[in-house]
């Protein structure tokens, strides 16, 4: 267990999180469910990789960063969606498009060096 605070994914998902959640009550981009269903992904992501920072074990913690990774796919589909669809101005998607596919390269390192850590046999054992 260690903060998740400390973690630079969790920062950059954090970053992607706090903009979504102050764009939507902006009048740039048009409410609704697609729009609430944008944030509550990028919450999950945020969530995940706290939650997984929390694990006992490095195992628990490759599995909720594979699911914040999940996540995170997700949210660049409804933002794609979303930009497409009219819902979101392209100046404003795709920077946090590309901040999310950020986010999805180093979950993936990450969960890979957890993953290689949790196989590591354990001296004298």
């Not at 981009?29 to 919450?43: F, M, Q």
């Not at 060096?113 to 590591?120: E, I, L, N, W, Y």
Request: hydrophobic letters at 45%; aromatic letters at 4%.
């Amino acid at each position: 267990m260690f903060p998740f605070e400390r973690l630079h994914v969790w920062g950059k998902a954090h970053a992607v999180g706090v903009a979504l959640i102050r764009i939507s009550q902006t009048s740039v981009v048009h409410r609704g469910p697609i729009l609430t269903e944008v944030v509550r992904t990028a919450c999950s992501v945020c969530s995940n990789i706290a939650e997984g920072a929390g694990s006992e074990t490095s195992a628990q913690f490759a599995r909720y960063l594979g699911i914040a990774r999940a996540s995170a796919y997700e949210l660049e589909a409804q933002l794609l969606l979303a930009r497409d669809g009219g819902l979101i101005p392209a100046d404003v998607a795709d920077p946090l498009i590309a901040e999310v596919t950020q986010v999805k390269r180093i979950l993936i390192t990450l969960q890979r060096r957890v993953r290689a850590k949790s196989s590591t046999p354990v001296a004298g054992a």
